[in-house]
C-alpha cells in the first residue's frame, strides 16, 4: 500500500485530471450552443450581465433572453450530465 503522501499525491492528481476534464467539456458543451444561445448565456454566465443588459446588447427582447437562457441551461445540462452529482443544477 502507498504511503499517505503518495496516496494524496495520487488523490490531487485525479482531482486535477477530473477538474480538466470537466473544463474541456463545458468549453466543448458551450462552444455547440446555436450563435444566439451560446451569446446569451455568455454573457450572463460568464460577464455577469443582467437579463435586461443582455437584452439592450443583442437588441432583443427580455423574454427572447429569458427562453434562450433556457434552452442554453438545458443544452448545457444534458451534455454535461456525467459531470454533474446527481441532483445538481447549472
Do not use: H
Amino acid at each position: 500500500m502507498p504511503a499517505y503522501s503518495e496516496r494524496r499525491r495520487l488523490t490531487r492528481s485525479r482531482e486535477r485530471l477530473f477538474a480538466l476534464t470537466a473544463v474541456v467539456a463545458i468549453q466543448a458543451a458551450i462552444a455547440e450552443l446555436p450563435d444566439r444561445c451560446r451569446q446569451v448565456f455568455e454573457l450572463s454566465r460568464i460577464d455577469g450581465l443582467k437579463y435586461a443588459e443582455i437584452a439592450a446588447r443583442l437588441g432583443i427582447s427580455v423574454k427572447t433572453v429569458e427562453v434562450q437562457m433556457g434552452k442554453a441551461l438545458r443544452v448545457m445540462r444534458e451534455r454535461l450530465r456525467p459531470w454533474l452529482p446527481s441532483g445538481e443544477k447549472l
